[in-house]
């Protein structure tokens, strides 16, 4: 069964430092979503990305944050200059079309800021 | 309350019980779907339903959505201590998912 998976599993990085974190959504896919959860809390939106161009994104994602699709597989997201407060699981997902259709989730990245 | 809102947040039954979850919205949406997450995990998507959908079955899920009551409610029969897990409802209104806050469900064996 395809499915989305993200890379890498767990990263410790160091305040300010820049951070990639990559995902390959399921083939054939043309939406692609980054979502943060923070220990114990909900999930929540950060962008949705379509035909190469961010459609929504949250307060959330400031000019701190990026994303980008440099090949026809990889969807990365990048934390510019991280803080304590970033430190959260991050999940990337992927849906086929618009309308409808269920989006799945890669297994996160679990980002730990120090 | 938030857009995709559970209730309970947490709750505990006994292996072969059902387990009765609901969410709440305040906007239109295209579809709600129910994810599960065991802890720390990835989420797992369980049942899409869409807006002209009242009722869905998936094995030993029944889901149900009222759209003129904004809700939509998550059953799970015959539970089993593997079903112990989180479980978010997301609304579907536009380029993005919004996720409820969550009902933990613990199954004693």
């Known amino acids: 069964e395809p499915e989305v998976t993200q890379t890498p599993s767990h990263q410790v990085t160091q305040m300010g430092q820049e951070v990639i974190l990559r995902c390959v959504p399921i083939s054939n896919h043309l939406y692609f979503y980054w979502y943060r959860q923070i220990l114990g809390q909900k999930v929540e939106f950060l962008v949705s990305?379509?035909?190469?161009?961010?459609?929504?994104k949250s307060e959330i994602f400031d000019d701190q944050f990026s994303v980008e699709r440099p090949d026809g597989s990889n969807f990365t997201l990048k934390i510019r200059s991280t803080k304590l407060e970033d430190s959260a699981m991050y999940f990337c997902?992927?849906?086929?079309?618009?309308?409808?259709?269920?989006?799945?989730f890669g297994q996160g990245t679990r980002l730990t800021v120090v | 309350s938030q857009q995709g809102e559970e209730d309970p947040q947490a709750l505990s039954i006994q292996e072969g019980e059902n387990a009765t979850m609901n969410c709440s919205y305040k906007t239109s949406i295209n579809n709600l779907q129910w994810y599960r997450q065991n802890s720390g995990r990835g989420l797992v998507h369980l049942i899409l339903i869409r807006s002209n959908e009242r009722e869905k079955h998936s094995g030993r899920l029944r889901v149900t959505l009222d759209t003129s009551k904004k809700s939509s409610s998550l059953l799970i029969t015959a539970s089993r201590a593997a079903d112990t897990a989180s479980y978010f409802c997301?609304?579907?209104?536009?380029?993005?998912?919004?996720f409820g806050t969550g009902t933990r469900l613990k199954v004693l064996a």
């Open positions: 990305f379509y035909n190469n161009e961010i459609s929504e």
């Open positions: 997902a992927s849906r086929g079309d618009r309308w409808n259709t269920e989006a799945f």
């Open positions: 997301a609304t579907d209104g536009g380029y993005k998912y919004i």
